[in-house]
């Protein structure tokens, strides 16, 4: 019989070649960002795949510059000293690293400081970075393109907490829209007379004009900012949630109000112990938790989901052209794994034809999560073999992916795992696999069998491997293989591709094709 060679196969179809082989993108490859905010200085250094950018260096220092600026009009002096400290430590760490600048935005506490002017001053004289002072709705605005950087075609309302304001924005179809700022962060908030039922006063008349500015919305909350953070850790730990991730991290209004009352019902140190949370940041949530308390009362958004991405993801993305803005970060962040680490690098393109026979009627968002197990299929090759399997789950479900819930992040981990084990059962993952209903483990299981049985035929990313052809009603498997391919299929495949038939409940049929 003849067999059918395919020639000129497109790199991923409708999905262009690697985004990280572009020159532009090269560009961005190595960008350095410091935000000094109203609470704390902090400065990232992003790398690798722009799409999707791994943190080269990550720094946080606790300033508190806004502290007492409602009552003195002035930066915390001692908060000066800090934030100048960590900006000329910054500077020498650029430096070092070789980076052609930083990047420097400042927030409500400088731009709002009598002495804010004279700070920049200090700082440019001192360390030659130029401090760009922006405005609440541009602060909003970046805030918006950082939740954008993570989520492609998210739409909702953001949510920004720093240390001396709160802004909201507003996106949907890739753009920002309506903008405001508010003087609801918790260090002003903390300056406020008159106890926790002033508090709540000052909140409720704010939260309702900015509700007048914005308008209805209904859609998703995004919670940007360390405050938020924090308080999605002590959410985590009165759910005895089993995956330790902020980012995407999601909660119902139902489940806000609980953790509420249980912040309130327990001693704060023995809660932010348990959680893992900062001493200095623990000070801030009782403020935090009021405004969010209003704001999911004032709003009443559909879900909440938390945000890693904010300012400083902002201003990577304003220096993305339109064509990066529109890629899968998951999938840019795979496919710079795969070029990076795996021992063949272009077999996960090959790989994902090889079993999406299996899955002809899933759905684009399954398809991207098929598409980045391929690709990552074989980067933790070094583990020791024993190994393998584990760290490749513990790689994908902790890894700094963005466009990836939770429970996505579960099925990739355990299709790969699956790529490397027949069977899960009596590992310390168990917990996590409750993050997907059944029929999603069940998937997983297949499409990591497939990865593990199609492996073995290729040892070239260019190579025919054969095909699969799946009647799901008829219950059959069918094995197209080429003569040239035969010599590979040997017990071992047969197992597994046995083991694979007997995840789909169907009868195997090999075909030789000479």
């Known amino acids: 019989m003849d067999q059918t060679v395919e020639t000129d196969i497109p790199d991923w179809g409708p999905f262009g070649r690697p985004l990280f082989d572009d020159p532009g993108t090269r560009a961005l490859s190595r960008v350095g960002v410091v935000d000094v905010g109203s609470n704390s200085v902090r400065m990232v250094v992003f790398d690798g795949a722009a799409r999707s950018p791994a943190y080269f260096y990550n720094e946080k220092v606790m300033c508190e510059l806004g502290a007492g600026l409602s009552e003195t009009g002035h930066l915390n002096p001692r908060g000066r000293e800090r934030a100048m400290a960590a900006l000329q430590r910054f500077q020498r760490i650029a430096e070092d690293l070789g980076l052609p600048g930083l990047h420097v935005v400042a927030t409500a506490a400088v731009r709002e400081a009598k002495d804010g002017p004279e700070f920049c001053q200090d700082v440019k004289s001192k360390t030659g970075l130029h401090v760009a002072v922006i405005d609440g709705q541009e602060e909003a605005r970046l805030s918006a393109q950082g939740v954008m950087l993570g989520w492609p075609g998210a739409y909702g309302l953001i949510c920004d907490i720093g240390g001396s304001s709160m802004e909201l924005a507003e996106i949907g179809g890739g753009d920002v829209g309506r903008r405001v700022t508010s003087a609801l962060g918790p260090l002003k908030l903390r300056d406020i007379k008159g106890g926790r039922r002033a508090r709540k006063a000052h909140i409720k ?9 914005m308008g209805q919305q209904r859609d998703r909350l995004f919670l940007v900012g360390g405050s938020w953070r924090a308080f999605a850790r002590l959410d985590m730990l009165r759910r005895g949630y089993p995956l330790n991730v902020l980012h995407e991290y999601r909660m119902t209004t139902k489940q806000v109000r609980e953790t509420i009352k249980f912040i309130d019902a327990n001693d704060h140190d023995k809660l932010r112990s348990q959680a893992g949370v900062s001493s200095s940041r623990m000070a ?20 909440i989901a938390i945000s890693s991405y904010g300012i400083r993801e902002g201003l990577l993305y304003e220096q993305m052209s339109q064509e990066q803005r529109d890629r899968d970060p998951l999938v840019e962040a795979s496919r710079f794994s795969e070029a990076k680490d795996a021992r063949l690098p272009g077999m996960g393109r090959t790989l994902f034809d090889f079993v999406m026979p299996l899955f002809k009627s899933a759905p684009a968002t399954q398809v991207r999560l098929i598409k980045a197990a391929c690709l990552l299929h074989d980067v933790s090759w070094r583990a020791h073999p024993d190994y393998r399997a584990e760290v490749c789950f513990d790689y994908v479900t902790r890894a700094n992916l963005g466009g990836l819930k939770h429970s996505e992040r579960v099925f990739i981990g355990l299709a790969l795992q699956h790529r490397y084990r027949n069977k899960r059962e009596g590992n310390r993952f168990a917990p996590l696999y409750e993050l997907l209903d059944e029929k999603s483990q069940k998937q997983a299981e297949i499409l990591g069998k497939a990865m593990r049985f199609g492996a073995m035929l290729c040892m070239d990313s260019d190579a025919h491997v054969g095909k699969l052809r799946f009647y799901p009603k008829k219950r059959e498997l069918d094995l197209v293989l080429p003569e040239s391919v035969r010599p590979l299929f040997n017990e071992v495949a047969e197992s597994r591709l046995n083991s694979l038939a007997n995840a789909l409940k169907s009868e195997v049929r090999v075909v030789i094709k000479g």
């Open 284 to 303: 801030l949530i009782p403020y935090a938790m009021d405004v969010l308390a209003r704001l999911i009362r004032t709003f009443k958004p559909k879900d």
């Open 205 to 213: 008349s704010t939260m309702e004009e900015l509700h007048s500015q």
